[in-house]
């Protein structure tokens, strides 16, 4: 039986008729009200509807962070489709998977991305109408004159929607095959909502702001639809790549008291000497998510920033809503009371975690598996694709194909992804604890562990290292830093340094593209 329920599109409805004249989003340029944003959003809804884009088409949005990508998730919402956001990094090709894989009837564009357009055009026959949010071309249609020009002259009434009714397609990273699209649902997002409002970012309001530094397509849009639930306005820095300075120049000048990012931001952040410069007093909850923080950046931060951090885990599968780490239990001091050094936290609330062995047998406190998960935040699937569902809901349970294992408090701790295990000698060894324990090296600033074919040990452990400025330990002296600290048969057999590690447009080190410089061979190791 289906269940009726909000169009999640009426959360902008909602806020914008209690605080019409409050700022919603916060660009260097100006501020646009929660009521100037409606209005556009149903203006858009209005003009697209007239174009005949009905419930359940799909739109895609190839643009960096902007007014209109924060404006198209509401546009999709309202008009019963589906949101599908692009990483704009990505290339061309990429770009036209998405539009054939998600159907996309209609697509908007960000200005100087022409060849994504002509790609997707060439790959999805389904690829209706074009909107261009800089200058339209031949053939397409003008976001900003559809915001200010058309004709809604009233509210655009939302279209009913169910339960489990698609708002979003939250493509994965792809990292074993082409991307899939997870489905959320509004029912799903409605339950996402109030769980991080309660458990990430308890007391919020109008007069919240949020500082916008990782992109809207992935986790920060979800954050941001948190943020618009309380009537808390989006600061969105000028510079498209990360600034320090004006991160905390903006921290300071808007009183930021929440934002969402990833642990390696966390790091540049408060390494940066302007952090010792601006007031960043105001600060409440620095969520951060996609990857465990390493302890010892975890420690910096602390010391720069006091006791706002908050981390969080999960996929996109899962909207980020697994477990969290609240400011009170990261501590500083490792034998502080409440220093719950090395977990992620524990599960949200509604939320369940197990660690299951490869046989479906659930298994006991501190033994390690993969993490599962199942609750109200769980998707309900990916788009169109039953193998992928079956092998992801085995059991019951969502497998997130990560390994871990859950403490008798049921507080979890991540070893890694499955993918990223090797085993060296007949031992399973986890990349991320041998990473942690280089960590704090004084002379470590970041590393990267994978396992490579060895001839003699099946795998063995290669450590890519970058240094700190000046400094330039030698292989001897890091297993030296290991002794007593991890088993030898964990050490990595070579050490390899580089200037920096690859990333991803999150800020997240790509050890897939490690793994392939290391096969190239582009750097000789350093052998021990």
Request: net charge negative.
């Amino acid at each position: 039986m289906l269940t009726t329920v909000m169009n999640l599109g009426d959360l902008l409805t909602q806020v914008a008729r209690r605080h019409p004249n409050e700022p919603g989003f916060i660009t260097p340029a100006g501020a646009h009200t929660w009521s100037e944003i409606n209005r556009r959003v149903d203006t858009l809804c209005a003009a697209l509807r007239a174009f005949g884009v009905e419930k359940g088409d799909r739109i895609l949005v190839h643009s960096r962070n902007n007014l209109p990508l924060f404006e198209s998730a509401y546009v999709a919402f309202k008009l019963g489709a589906v949101w599908v956001p692009t990483n704009y990094r990505v290339a061309p090709p990429e770009a036209a998977y998405l539009a054939k894989s998600s159907k996309a009837r209609v697509m908007i564009y960000d200005r100087d991305f022409g060849p994504y357009v002509d790609a997707a055009r060439a790959a999805s026959p389904a690829l209706m109408h074009v909107v261009a949010i800089g200058e339209p071309r031949e053939n397409e249609l003008s976001y900003e004159a559809m915001a200010i020009g058309g004709t809604a002259q009233t509210p655009f009434p939302a279209a009913e929607v169910d339960r489990d009714d698609p708002l979003w397609f939250f493509y994965t990273s792809g990292t074993t095959g082409s991307p899939k699209a997870g489905t959320l649902t509004h029912g799903q997002m409605a339950f996402v909502i109030n769980n991080h409002l309660a458990d990430l970012l308890p007391g919020i309001s109008h007069r919240s702001r949020s500082l916008v530094v990782a992109p809207l397509s992935h986790g920060a849009g979800i954050h941001a639809i948190v943020n618009t639930a309380r009537g808390a306005a989006s600061v969105l820095p000028g510079s498209e790549r990360l600034d320090p300075e004006e991160v905390w120049s903006l921290v300071q000048t808007h009183r930021v008291d929440n934002m969402f990012t990833v642990p390696t931001i966390v790091k540049m952040l408060t390494e940066h000497e302007s952090v010792d410069r601006y007031d960043h007093s105001s600060l409440r909850f620095v969520v951060y998510a996609g990857a465990p923080m390493y302890r010892a950046d975890q420690k910096h931060a602390l010391s720069k920033l006091g006791r706002v951090l908050v981390q969080y885990y999960g996929l996109g599968e899962v909207t980020g809503n697994i477990t969290v780490l609240p400011p009170a239990l990261h501590e500083e001091e490792d034998d502080a009371p409440d220093c719950r050094a090395g977990t992620c936290g524990y599960a949200r609330t509604g939320i369940e975690i197990a660690i299951f062995a490869d046989d479906g047998r659930r298994l006991a406190p501190l033994e390690t598996g993969e993490i599962c998960v199942r609750g109200p935040a769980v998707f309900v699937g990916y788009d169109d694709n039953p193998e992928a569902n079956e092998k992801a809901f085995k059991f019951g349970w969502f497998h997130t194909g990560d390994l871990g294992h859950l403490d008798d408090q049921g507080y979890l701790f991540i070893t890694g992804r499955s993918s990223d295990m090797y085993i060296s000698g007949g031992s399973n060894v986890y990349p991320r604890e041998v990473e942690e324990a280089l960590l704090m090296h004084d002379s470590v600033h970041e590393v990267a562990v994978l396992g490579m074919p060895d001839p003699k040990w099946g795998e063995s452990g290669i450590a890519v290292v970058v240094c700190k400025g000046g400094h330039r330990p030698s292989p001897e002296q890091l297993l030296g830093h290991l002794e007593g600290r991890l088993a030898r048969y964990k050490w990595p057999r070579e050490f390899v340094f580089w200037d920096a590690l690859p990333r991803s447009a999150y800020g997240k080190i790509t050890k897939n593209d490690v793994r392939a410089q290391l096969a190239a061979r582009a750097s000789e190791p350093v052998s021990v």
